[in-house]
């Protein structure tokens, strides 16, 4: 596998930082060096969130260069767009149909950005980008933080790793109580790519 | 075997198989996550303290009675934390002292950007830097020995980008039994710092830097990286990280002691390239200390001495230097235009409902304008605190007019009274920043008769941080039970007369006692109490706005709740980030009686 880089992004309280937390060991599992990092501001919930991965034989700064990153991962549209300028170019795209308004939006002082604004956005550097209906597959299956394993099921479509690594990675890494449910919306990402034409 | 391991976590596992057996810390990012590592094993003892400077005393303790003793902290801590360590630095050791202080380059999350590396100096201590978590993981075992060694308290830095990365970690070591029980010698000129032994000490100290400066020139983790005899980079920490992908082929003096520094060593790099440049964060404080020597270099001519590097800014730094060819492909813009996301008090949150009040009754929401910065004034002066309520100041609440550091706010309203100001004025702090801070300040208003209200945020943690126990809890850092700390019998305790108790999500009884403690021209506390929303286990009742009944009047947008949201003309509470039934402050202030559980309202988006 060549170098990959890879940024999560969301809202605070979607489960990012787990969910990257087990693409970097998932990486280690397979062999690779790996660093992995997140930006977060002082809030507890609602503010902007960025994990950055980096995956390769060797690798030194823990944070990716903008117009490096081989994958973005969006729990939110409009984070996608705000960290589109981190994609290189012929990069790749998962975006959570979600659009989750920030206060400026809510009290018309902003505009949430349209559907087509966003694309436009993103084809400027992403070679192929993907739409999940990932907030929804996870309310249906019961529970609004499977999300999370969601969209890292979608990641595992884009990687040359193993099935049973992550699944490996996922079991050390969740309790026994919500692994079932989990390991069933990892599975749903994975179905979602597969739908979208990735293997 | 390799982990996956934060810097944080390196740290104290490193400092566990180091033999630690005392962990002391206060709450504050990016450090948080040491302590709470360390407090999972068991043979440590490891507490959060009342405040930095408790935990720095508890180290000294435990390190004069012979036991290796760990104490962590964010940069604005070891403020806090000052006076002892400059203390320590003076009567020395016995059992090793390490202090980790973790800098936040590009403030994420402090209230200043200071560069720690200043205090190794100023005390006259030996100073590590980790530059990824396996240095982190080694580097722990390496500083008991130096302090042990050199009798002397040992600084290591490290910064959110070494705290908060994670990267492999070989975890070859296992913990070392300590050598002896803790027992301590009395040695009066040692440990007693009156004048005339501090006297005695003060060559001790000279002394001992003299031995340390021989010490680093083989220290092993001061590493000659050859490359092209070019470009020589010496630098340090994650600074290293990014200059090793910005300059591949460039020779490295990588320096894992930043004080003091090898001079030798420094010498004989320098002399073996044809240009030396200083590639650091924040200060330029390996520079000046190389120049010092009068050694010819370079480094914040190019390199911002603002903000967190990353290895872009390096490039742009090195292509403005002449020192890297610029590419040619195109460069990543900044998509423009698009609205942004500021942290926000959290749906649910204990502290909204009080900040709502105090945003009516002092008529704040006319001193709104783009920078916050107004020529008109409000009916309160409200001066704030370090905590995640700080996020009031900003539009809906516009309820917060300073910040400076932990437990100012009391002062800082005590000071504004005393000046004649003809506002009331209300000073407002959490539970933890409380205990931490504001205790003294409460005593000063009652022994000097002041006339403000304290109002406390008590949400029962340390919330910003990730939620950690405090004195206010009755819970320890390792999980226990323990006597707990009853902030209204303190406050009474220091002769408060006038102390309410109020639940923070009942918008009335919060409105009647704000109204009555500012019509008490004496000191009066309010103590606003309501559980962290984030800690809510059980989620029911979610809200919603039946949209035939509401008139959008918007007056729930005014709490700034991130679960009530505006799209397409219409409000609703996004289910997933409502509180539900703990929390009711939209239903409670809603004129139309239009928000209700979403059971009885249904879906109405």
Redesign the interface.
Known sequence: MKKQDLIMVG???QGIVLAS?IL??VA?AAGY????????????????VVSHVRIADK?????I???QVDVLVAFEK??A??W????REGSVAVVNNQ??????????T????GDKQIED?LRQ?AERFYFIDGTSKAKELGD?RTLNMIMLGCVSSLLPIDIKIWKDCICQRLSSNILKMNMVAFDKGREEMSRAGVR | MKKLLSGNEAFALGAYHAGVMVAAAYPGTPSTEILESIARFDEVYAEWSTNEKVAMELGMGAAYAGVRALVSMKQVGLNVASDPFMAASITGINGGLVVIVADDPGVFSTQNEQDTRHYAKLAKVPMLEPSDSQEAYDLMAVAFEISEQFDTPVLVRSSTRISHSKSVVETNRSRVAPAKPASFKHDVEKYVMLPVHVRLRRPVVEERLVKLTTYTETFPYNQIIRGERHLGVVSSGVAYQYAREAFPKASFLKLGMTYPLPRNTLRQFAAQVDRLIVIEELDPFLEENIQAMGIKVMGKEFIPRIGELNTGIVEEAGYRAGLLAEPSHRKAALPQGLPGRPPVLCGGCPHAGIFFVLNTIGQRSKLLDARGKSEKEGKLIITGDIGCYTLATYPPLCAMDTTACMGAGIGQALGMEKAGVDTKVVAVIGDSTFLHSGITGVVDAVYNKAGVTIIILDNGTTAMTGHQDHPGTGISAKGKKTQMVELERLVRGIGVGDVKVVDAFDMKALRAAVKSSLDNPELSVIIVRGACSVRLRKRAGYRAVDIEKCDDCEACLKIGCPAIQKLDEQVYIDATLCAGDACTICEQLCPKKAIGPLTAIGESK
């Open positions: 809202v605070g309280g937390d970097g060991e280690l060096d790996v660093k992995k990092t997140d930006t977060l501001g002082m809030a507890q919930r609602g503010g902007s690798v030194w700064s823990p944070l260069k903008e117009g409009l984070e767009a705000r589109s300028h981190y994609l659009t989750t308004p920030p206060l400026s939006v809510s009290s018309g902003q505009q949430y950005p956005i550097w609004i």
